[in-house]
């Protein structure tokens, strides 16, 4: 038997090529995940970065059925909070009026919804209130009662900014599904 080395690592390198490409790619987009999952790196520009039945809104790969609305689900003691937001439907700069929309008692004790039927751009930056004055704030200049705010950080400016379509906020921080919420 003789062999030809420079025939044989031909047929070697193109095997070798073949069988990279054949199981070092997938189906799926290697830029996205394969369910769009905003917890990954979904990031896009334009809907093609997207998988099928997901679109780009505000850089992030979303649900197609689900570019219209959010529900926001919210835990705390307060008497009836009011989620205070921007879903950047007019404008980065639009923010409900203050205090914000009354949230409705959950299922759960101790827990609030609120659902935004209307479209947006599919990220929204918000923060909770309580919704009234009740004593439990204080300003520390003046001394005298003032609304009290939930943001992420003991920063008054830092906002929650999510793309989820349906969250879950405790103790400063966003889940995206309820039963990822610690007791």
């Known amino acids: ?3 030809n ?6 047929y070697i ?7 990279f490409f054949l199981v070092g790619c997938d189906s799926g987009d290697s830029e996205t995940t394969a369910d769009n999952n905003p917890e990954d790196d979904n990031t896009c ?4 970065d997207c998988n099928q039945g997901y679109i780009c809104k505000a850089n992030t790969c979303i649900l197609e059925e689900e570019s219209e609305g959010f529900t926001a689900h919210y835990y705390t003691t307060w008497k009836t909070p009011y989620i205070h937001f921007n879903d950047g439907s007019v404008d ?3 923010w409900t009026e203050v205090p914000g929309k009354p949230m409705e008692a959950d299922s759960l004790e101790n827990w609030f919804v609120y659902t935004h039927t209307a479209e947006w751009n599919g ?8 919704g009234t004055i ?3 704030c204080i300003d520390e200049e003046t001394n005298e009662p003032k609304l009290c705010w939930d943001n992420p950080s003991d920063d008054i400016m830092q906002n929650y900014e999510t793309g989820y379509t349906e969250f ?3 103790d400063g921080k966003i889940y995206k599904s309820f039963a990822s919420v610690p007791d």
């Open 1 to 3: 038997m003789e062999i």
């Open 5 to 10: 080395v420079k025939k044989d690592c031909f």
């Open 13 to 19: 390198i193109i095997l070798s090529f073949l069988l």
């Open 45 to 48: 520009i334009i809907n093609a």
């Open 92 to 94: 980065s700069e639009t």
């Open 123 to 130: 990220y929204v930056k918000f923060v909770f209130n309580e």
């Open 134 to 136: 009740s004593g439990n």
């Open 168 to 170: 879950w906020v405790k």
